[in-house]
């Protein structure tokens, strides 16, 4: 089982160019989520999904658009990347929902993304 | 207004004592708690969790406490390890499908 995996590792953008950040979990987990991570802000949701072909905002929303085509993808979009969204993203997934174990979240290792 | 709060950003123990961080939080709905355990360059790994009908959780070296009344909950690293040293965010599990609200989190240095 790779878990969790995350597609690309690190990237570079300029302000104004799109991207898209794959997530892929062999776990055969209902729920998928996005978070950013900045320093002195811990983890920040931006979005998340309940099952295949559902999505829903997180916290931190604007700016990014997801898809959750098939159950095992789950793919975070940025139309025109600004320095703002310069961050290491994380995708996680989990079982469910209502329990602490079906709601465990298993993360990927990261995206580094800075935006010039 | 953050649910779930890591008052100390960061903490520095000597290798072999204890270790404690703390959590509180707002919403009493929440059901479960968790610790999630963080090194540089890597993603959050599970922890420890513990119910809110508990007051505390044992394994192995780690231990957590919950104290409902005070809305307050602790965790307990003994004896602590300079592998121990990683960012460890707290987070609260509400009622219904909502996610997971994490803290900011709390970066623990072990020192030997």
């Known amino acids: 089982n790779a878990g969790v995996t995350q597609t690309p590792k690190f990237r570079v953008l300029k302000t104004g160019q799109s991207m898209t950040l794959l997530c892929a979990q062999d776990?055969?987990?209902?729920?998928m989520y996005w978070y950013r991570q900045d320093p002195g802000m811990g983890l920040r949701l931006i979005h998340y999904?309940?099952?295949?072909?559902?999505?829903a905002k997180g916290e931190v929303p604007d700016g990014y658009n997801v898809s959750r085509l098939k159950k095992q993808n789950f793919l975070l979009g940025l139309e025109s990347a600004a320095p703002s969204q310069t961050s290491v993203y994380f995708c996680?997934?989990?079982?469910?929902?209502?329990?602490?174990?079906?709601?465990?979240?298993?993360f990927g290792p990261g995206t580094r993304l800075l935006v010039l | 207004d953050q649910q779930v709060k890591q008052n100390s950003p960061s903490l520095s123990v000597q290798e072999g004592r204890i270790s404690i961080l703390n959590c509180d939080y707002t919403?009493?709905?929440?059901?479960?708690f968790l610790w999630y355990k963080k090194y540089p360059a890597e993603g959050p790994t599970f922890l420890i969790s513990?119910?809110?009908?508990?007051d505390k959780n044992e394994d192995g070296r780690f231990t957590v406490f919950l104290n409902k009344s005070a809305k307050h909950l602790s965790l307990h690293i003994v004896p602590s390890q300079p592998g121990d040293s990683a960012v460890y965010f707290c987070?609260?599990?509400?009622?219904?499908?909502?996610?997971?609200?994490f803290g900011k989190g709390t970066r623990l240095s072990v020192i030997a």
């Open positions: 996680a997934s989990s079982r469910g929902a209502g329990t602490a174990f079906q709601e465990t979240q298993y």
């Open positions: 776990m055969n987990h209902e729920y």
């Open positions: 999904s309940v099952g295949e072909g559902t999505t």
């Open positions: 919403n009493s709905m929440f059901d479960y």
């Open positions: 513990i119910s809110s009908i508990k």
């Open positions: 987070a609260a599990i509400p009622s219904g499908n909502t996610p997971l609200v």
